[in-house]
């Protein structure tokens, strides 16, 4: 069955440290995948996705994402975290076919100390 | 870029009655709209997909006639809770695709539910 794991329910860093969020991904093909933020109470966000080509994906608020297929990971990086970066992240997958929904992974809620 | 509209983004209603939620795509036509719930601090649970002008097709464990899906024009969306009791507060979001994944999916802001 098809599936997307993220490992980490709650990640706690400090402001201006690296932040890496975990994605593993479970499909008979390579998905097409997404990051995307929650901020509470409000709807999604759509960081980055990665579709083909080069495995390092550039997003908004500059975040990144490296697809490793030997690993069916994707996981989401920041190099320095912001303390407005709290909120709720969610990698997702879809395949490419027409009319097929986004499944979500159960997300991770980050935390930012100061 | 595309939109879609959800309406309304907050609805407190009593145990008993029912609740709709719309999603209108405001300037591109949604063949398809997903409809989402999430619970506090959990992830998004695909509910359904509504197709114009055909039945919804739900996911296994919904309960059809509890959620009630309209996809009635090929820009609107609706999802009827009936009889709802305080178990189906929730948070309920739609979806709607572009014509392949590669075109990405537009949300709607989300409407929250409670029932009381």
């Known amino acids: 069955a098809q599936s997307v794991t993220q490992p980490d329910i709650h990640i706690t860093v400090s402001e201006g440290a690296s932040l890496e969020l975990r994605c593993n991904y479970s499909y008979g093909a390579t998905p097409y995948l997404f990051w995307y933020v929650q901020s509470p109470g409000q709807g999604l966000q759509l960081l980055l996705k990665y579709f083909s080509g080069d495995t390092l994906v550039q997003g908004i608020k500059g975040f990144e994402a490296e697809f490793k297929r030997s690993q069916s990971s994707f996981n989401l990086r920041k190099p320095s975290v912001h303390w407005s970066d709290a909120a709720e992240y969610f990698c997702?997958?879809?395949?490419?076919?027409?009319?097929?929904?986004?499944?979500f992974g159960k997300g991770t809620t980050l935390s930012v100390s100061s | 870029g595309a939109v879609v509209s959800q309406h309304p983004s907050r609805v407190i209603c009593k145990s008993g009655t029912s609740v709709k939620i719309e999603c209108r795509s405001l300037?591109?036509?949604?063949?398809?709209m997903f409809w989402y719930r999430q619970f506090p601090k959990q992830s998004l649970m695909l509910m359904a997909t509504s197709n114009e002008g055909s039945k919804a097709t739900y996911e296994q464990g919904v309960e059809k006639d509890k959620f009630l899906i309209n996809h009635a024009s090929l820009t609107l969306s609706t999802l009827t809770v009936t009889s709802a009791h305080p178990e189906d507060s929730s948070f309920y979001i739609c979806?709607?695709?572009?014509?392949?994944?590669?075109?990405?999916?537009?949300f709607g802001s989300g409407t929250r539910l409670t029932v009381v």
């Open positions: 300037d591109f036509q949604a063949t398809t």
């Open positions: 997702a997958v879809a395949l490419n076919q027409a009319g097929t929904a986004l499944i």
């Open positions: 979806s709607a695709p572009g014509r392949t994944a590669y075109y990405g999916y537009t």
